[in-house]
């Protein structure tokens, strides 16, 4: 006989989740474009999702996901169009100078990423940097307000560039408070898309992950602010396999294991109050919670009877 075995998981969360989380912003200045390639690329992350682009094909600022475009008037679109116009010709130019510096001609790149991280305990860190053609060329210093230079010729744009300390001191205002600022409002725009997409399930027989015979459920809004999937396995509990799945979210990491009796299990997961998990397998009635006493976290669980 064979036993379906459903996973149903529903989730909630909020923004209050203690993980890292990040903005980042990229530039790509491209010497010799062609082949479908644009002279000029920016594009904007939260985490590892796209939230922007601009390229020097469309001149325009265009939102990468749906929260963006809903959160943001079209008056931000404009406005943020207009400077990277104005940024395309400054690394243009920037690109230029790198070349006759290094005597270069032909294809070369020019790079920039700044950006900043919200870390679990809630402290700020804050990156801004320079590569040409792929290597590390300057880095700054938020901390000191200095540049560090990767070669002789990224020493004569540092001696330039910490020149201007009013310029410095913006840098370290962005990176502190205007980037943070950022980071926690499209976060929060997001936040549903965010979280939702960042769970991992799957089950495994005897210690290997199941690929054939597993059914998969969309990750669906269950109505009340929190979202539910489902992940079910075909299994015969005459062969005495051992079945466990795996859930993965918001860095908490549950095995879940199969029991090859009749009954139901109820396994109910709450992370710090914002994931829920409930799973029907089979078995004895389990709670486990995940709690946060006095700021350090730990994981409780207790026996629950059958009713």
Request: with cysteine; proline share 3%.
């Amino acid at each position: 006989m064979m036993l379906l075995l459903p996973l149903i998981i529903v989730l909630m969360m909020k923004l209050s989740d203690a993980r890292t989380h990040s903005l980042r912003y990229f530039r790509l200045g491209i010497s010799e474009p062609g082949y479908g390639i644009p002279e000029f690329i920016s594009a904007g992350y939260v985490d590892s999702h796209p939230i922007t682009m601009y390229n020097s094909v469309s001149q325009l600022k265009e939102p990468r996901a749906l929260w963006m475009e809903e959160n943001l008037a079209p008056d931000h679109w404009e406005r943020y169009t207009q400077l990277l116009r104005g940024w395309q010709q400054a690394f243009k130019v920037e690109l230029k100078q790198l070349q006759h510096h290094y005597n270069h001609s032909g294809f070369h790149t020019y790079q920039r990423m700044i950006g900043c991280e919200l870390l679990e305990d809630g402290s700020i860190t804050g990156f801004l940097q320079y590569a040409y053609d792929g290597q590390d060329f300057l880095i700054f210093n938020k901390d000191t307000l200095s540049w560090m230079a990767m070669d002789n010729v990224a020493d004569i744009i540092r001696r330039v560039w910490e020149a201007n300390r009013h310029e410095l001191q913006y840098q370290k205002n962005w990176l502190e408070e205007e980037c943070i600022a950022w980071l926690k409002r499209f976060l929060e725009y997001g936040k549903d898309a965010l979280q939702r997409t960042e769970i991992s399930i799957n089950w495994m027989k005897n210690g290997e992950e199941i690929f054939q015979d597993t059914d998969y459920g969309g990750i669906l809004p269950s109505g009340d602010g929190t979202y539910q999937t489902w992940v079910s396995v075909e299994l015969d509990p005459q062969n005495g396999d051992i079945y466990s799945c795996h859930v993965e979210h918001g860095g908490v990491h549950m095995v879940l294991q199969g029991f090859q009796e009749s009954e139901t299990i109820l396994l109910v997961v709450k992370a710090v109050g914002f994931i829920v998990l409930a799973i029907a397998l089979a078995g004895v009635g389990i709670l486990a919670w995940r709690k946060r006493p006095r700021g350090k976290n730990k994981v409780i669980c207790l026996s629950t009877p059958e009713h």
